[in-house]
């Protein structure tokens, strides 16, 4: 089955400094990688996501890149700010009609100092 | 982005009994659902996959009997937590995915906290 390795696990940047986030997949057939945001006790939210077809993709201070060759995608926080402080979750999905779940990665706490 | 409402938001409850979970799709049907729970500090460890109409599929390690899975129509799944014990005390969360054709989104719920004393 897919495997999905995030990293750091933990990450403190100053505010407005940019943080990454890395993730490596296993299966070459997965073709589907969103990123959730998840604060203290609340669901998981999906924040941005990127289909196998394109390279890359941005939202406002989001952006999240993805390198099929090498089997890893990356998220990308631009000015970041205190209310961006949460942990955030990358997965990994197969085509529609095979393995219908997301595999996580293991979550990065991302703090973002004042 | 679409919306998934849980309910309870929390419980407390005595060992022995059952708590019922409920987890709707409010602005699109979902054709399929999950239940995940998450203990402090971990990722989401996913419990079923819940298809309208059918039985769900449980993972590995998840006892089908304890926690029993109702997905009774395409905007409603329940998840009942039968005999409750201390060690099911954790997060539960549940998923709901939109199918637009040849592309899924997996939208989450807020979560239920169960405390079992």
């Known amino acids: 089955g897919e495997n999905v390795e995030q990293h750091p696990s933990t990450l403190s940047v100053q505010e407005g400094d940019s943080a990454v986030i890395k993730c490596t997949y296993s299966d070459s057939a997965s073709n589907y990688f969103p990123w959730y945001k998840q604060e203290l006790g609340k669901g998981p939210q999906l924040i941005i996501d990127i289909r196998s077809n394109v390279g890359e993709k941005k939202d406002q201070r989001i952006a999240v890149t993805l390198n099929k060759t090498a089997k890893h995608f990356s998220l990308h926080i631009t000015e970041t700010q205190p209310e961006d402080s949460a942990v955030y979750f990358c997965?990994?999905?197969?085509?529609?009609?095979?393995?219908?779940?997301?595999?996580f990665g293991s979550g990065t706490q991302l703090t973002v100092l004042p | 982005g679409a919306v998934v409402s849980q309910h309870p938001s929390w419980v407390i409850c005595k060992s022995g009994t059952s708590v019922k979970i409920e987890c709707r799709s409010l602005?699109?049907?979902?054709?399929?659902m999950f239940w995940y729970r998450q203990f402090p500090k971990q990722s989401l460890m996913l419990m079923a996959t819940?298809?309208?109409?059918?039985?769900?599929?449980?993972e590995q390690g998840v006892e089908k009997d304890k926690f029993l899975i109702n997905h009774a129509s395409l905007t409603l799944s329940t998840l009942t937590v039968t005999s409750a014990h201390p060690e099911d005390s954790s997060f539960y969360i549940c998923s709901a995915t939109r199918d637009s054709g040849t592309m899924e989104t997996q939208y989450f719920g807020p979560g239920t906290r169960l405390l079992v004393l």
């Open positions: 997965a990994a999905k197969g085509p529609s009609g095979s393995a219908r779940q997301l595999t």
């Open positions: 819940s298809n309208e109409g059918s039985k769900a599929t449980y």
């Open positions: 602005d699109f049907q979902a054709t399929t």
